[in-house]
């Protein structure tokens, strides 16, 4: 499979505890995404990177959350001191190129559940 | 920001029957539309894309219209399947720095056999 893979596919957490998902992106795309769905609305972005490079972040992007993308490869995202309104599918997503709109391609996302 | 609003929440058709979903964008230095498909514990798949130069294009069974003076476009599905059956999301990207997708808040398609 040469998609975007993610892992886990669903984490149940108790609140306060510290989550972290990983991303692999399609070979070759510098550009990765990440993206928070929450049941019956539209994936919201979170965070992008140009290969290692975090090159920008949503307000909705807490101080709790932080994502990397240390060799220009797979991300992680963590969050710190879950809440339950964090429970939502993680979405993370890959496109090739730097200075255009080429096709984004999603993962099959992280389901995280906060009890 | 770009802001895109997205209509009917829920559409149901007849199997062979036409669907189409309605999008509108805010941003007129958007000039990228993709249409996703979503499956039940799936990430959206990207079905069909068009460019602001381009004011419609066909797949088979999928088209997609834009009409950019009046900030719309328009998913149509032909020859409906009960394998449509699905949400469907649009999203409309410009050119900052990000190039990042803002999407519409989805349509169930249900196609009754």
């Known amino acids: 499979d040469t998609g975007v893979s993610q892992n886990p596919r669903h984490k149940i957490t108790k609140r306060g505890q510290n989550v972290t998902f990983r991303c692999d992106p399609i070979?070759?795309?510098?550009?990765l995404y990440w993206y928070r769905q929450t049941l019956g609305q539209g994936p919201e972005f979170l965070t992008y990177?140009?290969?290692?490079?975090?090159?920008?972040k949503s307000r909705l992007l807490s101080d709790r959350f932080s994502a990397e993308r240390p060799k220009g490869s797979f991300s992680t995202l963590e969050i710190q001191r879950t809440e339950q309104g964090d429970s939502a599918m993680y979405l993370c997503?890959?496109?090739?190129?730097?200075?255009?709109?080429?096709?984004?391609?999603f993962g099959n996302g992280t389901r995280l559940t906060v009890t | 920001g770009e802001n895109v609003e997205q209509h009917p929440s829920t559409l149901s058709v007849q199997e062979g029957d036409s669907a189409v979903i309605k999008c509108t964008y805010s941003?007129?230095?958007?000039?990228?539309f993709p249409w996703y498909k979503q499956e039940l514990g799936k990430g959206p798949q990207l079905i069909i894309d068009?460019?602001?130069?381009?004011g419609e294009k066909k797949d088979q069974r999928i088209a997609v219209t834009l009409n950019k003076t009046a900030k719309h476009f328009s998913l149509h599905i032909t020859e409906t399947q009960p394998e449509d059956s699905a949400v469907y999301f649009c999203?409309?990207?410009?050119?900052?720095?990000?190039?990042?997708?803002?999407f519409g808040s989805g349509t169930r398609l249900l196609v009754r056999p």
């Open positions: 941003d007129s230095a958007s000039n990228y």
């Open positions: 990177f140009q290969n290692e490079a975090q090159l920008e």
């Open positions: 068009i460019r602001s130069n381009v």
């Open positions: 070979s070759e795309h510098n550009r």
């Open positions: 997503a890959s496109r090739t190129g730097s200075l255009d709109n080429s096709p984004l391609h």
């Open positions: 999203a409309a990207s410009g050119t900052d720095s990000s190039y990042k997708l803002i």
